[in-house]
């Protein structure tokens, strides 16, 4: 799909990843409409891409969550509607046990991560699928591929963003999805999940790169992206031979 003049809502856009990708795809004068919970930082993107805001906070409450009628999900899809792209970044972390894990927290990131993004295409694939083209893209995590020690309810919701995304190619022809699998990014989301990242390897990686890795997908019609590319080989790996991973994992995995 040509990203020029393409109407292409980000969710999530008012920082890290998000913005990153808000500002690549302006650079290919796609036309933006900015979803974020932070008013002041999505007028600050939207300042330098020219883009609509549509402030949103997927998890506002029970209807926001359920996706009915006069929810956040709902006045987001009907406000940045009908668009061409939708780019399903909006996401939240937490480490910790499971057992220390508020339940109000857990269910914050289930419904930000997963299921806000879930109701959110139902409501905007209809205008797709009229029009027979799109593309949705989902930016997962290599914590959904592999699993990750002290993430798990984060862990879940990227793996249940990935099986959704796996089962949509199959049921929508002419509709493009894409996911996009990034490792450790340099961003604020560390911080914000109450442990920043603390090992020299792997080295984060720009959020610039996971930008440039969407919108050439997006292009290119690619199914299935890895930022870096490397991260492919723990995810075969974890397939092929699961026990052999799982125990260089609990020999090298991030605590």
């Known amino acids: 799909m040509r990203l020029a003049g393409a109407r292409v809502l980000v969710t999530g856009a008012s920082s890290g990843i998000g913005t990153a ?6 650079a290919r004068r796609a036309r933006l409409v900015l979803s974020g919970r932070d008013r002041e930082a999505l007028a600050a993107v939207a ?38 792209v939708l780019v399903a970044n909006a996401g939240e972390g937490w480490s910790g046990p499971l057992t220390r894990m508020p339940g109000a927290t857990a269910e914050r990131l289930i419904a930000v991560n997963l299921t806000a993004h879930v109701q959110l295409t139902r409501l905007l694939l209809p205008a797709m699928a009229e029009r027979g083209r799109g593309h949705l893209v989902y930016v997962a995590s290599i914590a959904g591929v592999v699993g990750v020690p002290g993430e ?3 862990a879940a919701t990227k793996a249940g963003l990935l099986a959704f995304a796996e089962s949509l190619r199959y049921e929508l022809p002419g509709i493009g999805v894409t996911t996009v699998v990034p490792g450790v990014v340099d961003t604020p989301f560390f911080a914000r999940r109450g442990t920043p990242y603390a090992r020299r390897r792997p080295a984060p990686v720009p959020p610039e790169r996971v930008a440039r890795a969407v919108a050439v997908a997006v292009e290119r019609g690619r199914a299935e992206v890895y930022v870096p590319a490397w991260l492919r080989l723990p995810a075969r790996l974890r397939g092929a031979a699961p026990g052999p991973f799982r125990v260089l994992a609990r020999r090298f995995g991030r605590p």
Do not use: M
């Not at 990708?21 to 302006?26: F, G, N, Q, R």
């Not at 549509?54 to 668009?83: F, K, Q, T, Y």
């Open 47 to 84: 300042a330098r891409t020219g883009g609509e805001v549509v402030p949103a906070d997927l998890a506002h409450d029970r209807a926001g969550i359920e996706g009915g009628a006069g929810s956040p999900v709902e006045d987001l899809a009907a406000r940045a509607g009908p668009v061409d």
């Open 21 to 26: 990708i808000a500002l690549e795809l302006w």
């Open 152 to 154: 798990a309810v984060y």
